[in-house]
């Protein structure tokens, strides 16, 4: 008897804990996507941003000139990157590979509504954090945050929901 119920207890065990591994994990759930773009702006010189900078939209450019702090007469994008956002796990956005100099890390506060997701952001510049702050992103409203002085302009990174 004593053997029986030891083999049922084991038995039981393997059961369940099978079931354990064949059970998804919910908090890497997507539950959305995240774009990061760095963007160089200047009033000297904008080939000072290098070869692989670009021209950005007229869209882009009117939105930053409508901003007081991100009025400059030339505008290029360094870089951009989009990566999932999981539901209960903290996720990195590295826009200017193969570089570590810029990351954006990201987690959920709250459960995502269709439109919109509140985050805990920071910005991480050259491995030291510059920038911790909640958010709420909607779609279609990217977040602005005007960075450090970089080749004799400025970095503003850009984070949105992508579509």
């Given at each position: 008897m004593r053997k029986f119920l030891k083999l049922a207890v084991a038995s039981c065990l393997l059961i369940?804990?099978?079931?354990?591994?064949?059970?998804?994990?919910a908090g890497?759930?997507?539950?959305?996507?995240?774009?990061v773009t760095v963007y160089f702006a200047t009033n000297g010189d904008?080939?000072?941003?290098g070869e692989r900078a670009q021209e950005i939209?007229?869209?882009?450019?009117?939105?930053?000139?409508?901003?007081d702090r991100l009025k400059f007469d030339?505008?290029?994008a360094l870089g951009a990157e989009t990566q999932p956002i999981f539901r209960s796990?903290?996720?990195?956005?590295?826009p200017l590979k193969p570089s570590d100099e810029i990351l954006v890390r990201f987690e959920t506060r709250t459960q995502p509504a269709k439109d919109s997701v509140s985050l805990d952001l920071e910005?991480?510049?050259?491995?030291?954090?510059?920038?911790?702050?909640?958010a709420t992103l909607q779609a279609g409203h990217p977040l602005y945050v005007l960075g450090p002085e970089w080749r004799g302009g400025r970095l503003i990174i850009a984070v949105a929901l992508a579509s």
């Open positions: 369940l804990g099978g079931r354990a591994y064949a059970v998804e994990d890497r759930a997507k539950v959305g996507k995240l774009e904008p080939a000072a941003a939209s007229t869209e882009i450019r009117d939105r930053f000139r409508s901003e030339h505008y290029r796990y903290e996720n990195w956005a590295q910005l991480w510049l050259a491995r030291k954090k510059i920038l911790k702050t909640d």
